[in-house]
């Protein structure tokens, strides 16, 4: 889809870079622009965006940037694809991936791959498409987009109510985050267990929910960095809440408060006890409000 707002951003992005006279620099500009293009491509559905985002790739001079900066398009392609339920653009999504570099950016790139495939041939009723996004996920070097592929895959079946095989695909992504040796970073670790604990209770396994959500307590209590930590906390406190009041589970409610007291920066502070003091002051927790203060 063309139309003149559209080529007029890229016409004026494209002069805006070329008048960069120092090489490096210019090559930083195209990079940064086409993560704007690829974005704009996903809040508008226009794929005019993404088509310069590739001729743009052409312009920068660093390998590993132009590889990030075919992540961008490919996961902007994919979102698109989804957006739109178009098989043509979930299979571009695919062919641009070949692009970036093997390892990190690779299985970044297929993750959203993965989500656009699963969910396109699910919306078109295309079973074969829909088992080539099983045999693609399971493609993926890295651990955790591995696992987030499957997570996608699991919110794809559960949106078609087919919760039996949601349930499957999620323990599948329990299990590769388990197991893995290879996470250098305990947040990404516990950032998993948290995106499973929302994905099981969703399913209604409560019990793997509330699993995940020790694993990523676990996984956070050691974290030195404050901001990591912190933020991490914060996630883990409001996802913590949430369970408990789908599940009517008070001890949750506390073990959110108890969460609360790991965030130290205040930024994180005061967000996360605006949410719980809401929530528990609806629910006539008062004693745990004041444990907020």
């Known amino acids: 889809m063309v139309n003149d707002t559209s080529l007029e951003f890229i ?20 990079r940064a622009g086409i993560a704007a293009l690829a974005q704009k491509a996903v809040e508008t559905n226009n794929t005019t965006f993404l088509d310069a985002a ?30 739109t339920t178009d098989a043509e653009l979930a299979g571009r999504s695919l ?5 970036t570099e093997a390892g990190h950016d690779r299985s970044h790139a297929l993750q959203g791959v993965v989500a656009a495939i699963a969910d396109v041939g699910m919306n078109m009723n295309e079973p074969d498409t829909f088992e080539n996004s099983k045999e693609l996920a399971g493609t993926i070097e890295y651990d955790t987009y591995r696992s987030s592929a499957w997570r996608s895959i699991a919110r794809t079946q559960h949106s078609n109510d087919d919760t039996p095989s949601a349930v499957e695909s999620a323990n599948k992504a329990m299990a590769i985050i388990n197991k893995s040796k290879l996470i250098g970073q305990e947040i990404y670790r516990a950032s998993a267990y948290v995106d499973l604990a929302k ?22 209590a050691g974290l030195k960095d404050e901001f990591e930590r912190s933020s991490i906390f914060q996630t883990i ?38 949410t719980l003091a809401s929530v528990l002051s609806n629910l006539k927790e008062d004693e745990l409000v004041k444990r907020l203060a």
């Open 11 to 30: 016409r004026e992005f494209k002069k805006n870079a070329e008048s960069i006279t120092n090489d490096i620099d210019r090559s930083k500009k195209y």
């Open 54 to 83: 590739v001729r743009f790739t052409g312009k920068i001079i660093d390998e590993h940037d132009r590889s990030k900066a075919f992540v961008d398009i490919v996961r902007g392609t994919a979102r698109v694809a989804i957006n």
């Open 95 to 99: 062919e641009l991936s070949a692009n």
């Open 199 to 220: 994905l099981f209770i969703d399913l209604g396994q409560e019990g793997m929910a509330r699993e995940c959500i020790i694993k990523a307590v676990d996984s956070s």
């Open 237 to 274: 406190a409001e996802t913590q809440i949430r369970m408990g009041v789908r599940t009517k589970n008070s001890g949750l409610l506390e073990d959110a408060v108890e969460s609360f007291g790991y965030i130290t920066r205040e930024y994180y502070r005061t967000s996360t006890r605006q």
